[in-house]
C-alpha cells in the first residue's frame, strides 16, 4: 500500500464521482425515486472496486469503511438531481461521465492491485473489472444488456489503460503519475473516439439457420 501516491486517491475519487453521476443520471431516465438514485450512483461507483478489494485481499473494500466514497457517490447523485437540467445539457452525459469514471477506475485498479504485490496479469485483469464491474451492475439492476457484453470498445478501452499501467511498472523510465495520466488520456480518447467514430469490435448475428432452428 505504501506504493499508492497522492494521485492515485485523487484519481479513485474522481472516478467514484464520474461514475456516481453516470449511475444516478441513468436511473433518474428511468424514472427511479431519490432512494434508487442514490443506490444505483453508488452501486456503479463502488461496485468494481469492492470486487477488486476482495480479490487482492483489500479486506473490509475501501468502498464499504471508507467514509468519503459513500459521501462522494451522494454528492453526485444529490447534484445530478438538483441541477438534472445542466446535466442535460451535456452532450450524452451518462457516456461522457461513464468514459471518464472507465479510464479513471482502470488506472486506479492496477495501480492499487500492484502496491499489493500482485502481478502484472492480476493488475491488467483487476484494473478492467475496476473499471467496468460497477457499470455491469447498472445496467443489471435497469434491466438493460451490459455494455461490455455488445459490441462496443468499452473493456478493450480498459484494458490498453490497465496495461500501459503496468507496462509502466517494469520499465520504470517514467514516474508513475506520469503513467497514470498517459493512461487516463489514451483510455479516455479510444473509448470517445470509438463513439464518435462508431468504432466497433466485430459481432455475429443469427444465421436464418439457426434462428430457423
Not at 11 to 32: C, V, Y
Not at 145 to 168: Q, T
Not at 179 to 193: E, K, S, Y
Request: aromatic share 10%; hydrophobic share 55%.
Amino acid at each position: 500500500m505504501d506504493k499508492l501516491h497522492t494521485l492515485y486517491y485523487f484519481l479513485d475519487l474522481a472516478g467514484t464521482f464520474a461514475f456516481a453521476i453516470s449511475g444516478a443520471t441513468a436511473a433518474k431516465e428511468r424514472g427511479l425515486d431519490i432512494f434508487g438514485i442514490c443506490v444505483i450512483a453508488y452501486t456503479v461507483a463502488c461496485g468494481g472496486g469492492i470486487i477488486r478489494d476482495l480479490c487482492i485481499g483489500a479486506i473490509p473494500p475501501a468502498g464499504l469503511i471508507t467514509w468519503y466514497y459513500l459521501a462522494t457517490a451522494l454528492v453526485a447523485a444529490g447534484m445530478t438531481i438538483g441541477l438534472y437540467p445542466v446535466v442535460q445539457r451535456i452532450n450524452r452525459p451518462v457516456l461522457l461521465f461513464d468514459a471518464a469514471g472507465l479510464s479513471l477506475f482502470a488506472v486506479t485498479g492496477a495501480q492499487k492491485t500492484l502496491s499489493y504485490g500482485h502481478n502484472g496479469e492480476a493488475a491488467v485483469l483487476l484494473g478492467i473489472i475496476t473499471a467496468v464491474g460497477g457499470g455491469v451492475i447498472r445496467d443489471i439492476l435497469l434491466n438493460r444488456v451490459p455494455v461490455i457484453l455488445e459490441k462496443e470498445i468499452y473493456a478493450s478501452a480498459a484494458l490498453l489503460g490497465a496495461f500501459i499501467v503496468v507496462f509502466g511498472d517494469y520499465l520504470k523510465i517514467l514516474p508513475s503519475d506520469w503513467v497514470a495520466v498517459i493512461a487516463l488520456i489514451v483510455c479516455f480518447a479510444l473509448r470517445m473516439l470509438s463513439l464518435r467514430y462508431h468504432w466497433n469490435l466485430p459481432s455475429f448475428s443469427k444465421s436464418k439457420t439457426d434462428v430457423d432452428n
